[in-house]
């Protein structure tokens, strides 16, 4: 087996009820309290389930002098390259309307 280590981005697929509001990023910001309560419901139900929810969008070759130092540094990244997925850096707002992956 290699020495190199590798750095993997993952996001975890959950889901909050009992919203006030019909645009998922207004309750994003509107109930924050819903969103943590969905996370930590996600992660009570055991390793099993939360690594099913669990979907990669990067992965990038660590380099071993940031290692050294604690840090991973990857040369040539792009916010967004590999995301396949809306984030609330490329919502443009209620509509379905996403940017995937042209942020600059």
Known sequence: MSDKTYNHAFTMSF???????DD???ALQEEPQ??????????????DDVLESCE????????EESLEIGVAVKDSYV???????VSTKNY????????WGTQQ
């Open 92 to 99: 443009s707002g209620k509509g379905g309307h996403e940017t």
């Open 34 to 47: 819903l969103i943590w309560g969905a996370i930590q419901d996600r992660l009570l139900h055991g390793m």
């Open 15 to 21: 889901s909050v009820s009992g919203s006030k509001h």
């Open 24 to 26: 998922w990023y207004i």
């Open 56 to 63: 990669g969008f990067d992965t990038y070759l660590e380099d």
């Open 79 to 85: 916010f967004g390259e590999f995301n396949p997925s």
